[in-house]
């Protein structure tokens, strides 16, 4: 509910990262708190809306998850012009999709809004027994590229509410 007053903040919101990442899964258990274990590659692009209310403003989350073209490295421009945040997702489990995460943020610098609030993801942190990306690598990437970090599971919701949360409140502050 919004409080008079309270100013209302619609931000599209865009998942970067590689497939099986999670990135679908981190939406679904946002959205809907459902998460499944053979999560279908999504085919089309799917739109969802998310509304958070904060003291200092309520945000209308609209939010763009890839349509599977991330198989190829890339994504069209148009994918994330505009958007107001970004969540770049790597796997813990995976060395190879933490230094593709990388090359995500470099594109979303390159070609994204510049005052973009970048969150780096590192999902699957139930995951632990097979780790190959430790928690202080994704850390310090993250603070050297201004984004702010959280390790999360969409399968266990271990941190996802306060991974939204957290855009919710850096959106407010910024617009
Ligand atoms: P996307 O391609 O980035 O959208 O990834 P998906 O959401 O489709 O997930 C890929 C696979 O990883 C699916 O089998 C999911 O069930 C699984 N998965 C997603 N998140 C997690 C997680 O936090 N922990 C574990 N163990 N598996 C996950
Ligand atoms: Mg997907």
Redesign the pocket.
């Known amino acids: 509910m919004s409080r008079p007053g309270n100013k209302i903040i619609q931000a599209k919101l865009v998942l970067l990262g590689d497939?099986g990442t999670g990135?679908?899964?981190l939406v679904l258990r946002f959205v809907k708190g459902q998460f499944f274990d053979n999560?279908e590659?999504?085919i089309g692009a799917?739109f969802f809306t998310q509304i958070l209310s904060l003291t200092e403003a309520t945000v209308k989350f609209d939010i763009w998850?890839?349509a599977?073209q991330e198989r190829y490295h890339s994504l069209a421009p148009m994918y994330y012009r505009g958007s107001a945040a970004a969540i770049v997702v790597y796997d813990i489990s995976s060395m190879d999709t933490f230094t593709r995460a990388k090359k995500w943020v470099q594109e979303l610098q390159r070609q994204g809004n510049p005052k973009v609030v970048m969150a780096l993801v590192a999902n699957k942190c139930d995951l632990d027994q097979k780790r190959e990306v430790e928690n202080e690598e994704g850390e310090q990437f993250a603070q050297e590229n201004g984004m702010f970090f959280i390790e999360t599971s969409a399968k266990t919701a271990q941190n996802i509410n306060e991974l939204f949360y957290e855009i919710a409140k850096r959106l407010a502050r910024v617009y």
């Open positions: 497939m990135k679908t899964s999560q590659p999504t799917a998850d890839t599977g």
